[in-house]
């Protein structure tokens, strides 16, 4: 939250695309489609299991750019958060 206080609107664009695209190659939103609109038993296996599990670099992760893939807005420009 202070990291995106600071942040423009193209900034902020990108690090949401950025975490949009991370939690998609992730295992956490299949598997909450799963629980609750496929199989509909509402019993999702997050992984990790517990908020305990995750740690500063998981966190970080979801934030990193994303190489060649990142979002370029209109101008060509790159809006990077830090660097």
Not at 3 to 32: I, T, W
């Amino acid at each position: 939250m202070t990291q995106g206080s600071g942040l423009n609107l193209a900034q902020v664009l990108v690090v949401d695309y950025r975490l949009s695209q991370h939690c998609l190659a992730g295992h956490d939103f299949f598997e909450g489609v799963r629980a609750v609109l496929i199989d509909r038993d509402n019993a999702p296996t997050w992984s990790p299991a517990s908020l305990a599990e995750i740690d500063d670099a998981l966190l970080d992760g979801y934030f990193a750019p994303l190489g060649a893939e990142d979002l370029v807005l209109a101008g060509g420009d790159r809006a990077r958060k830090n660097g």
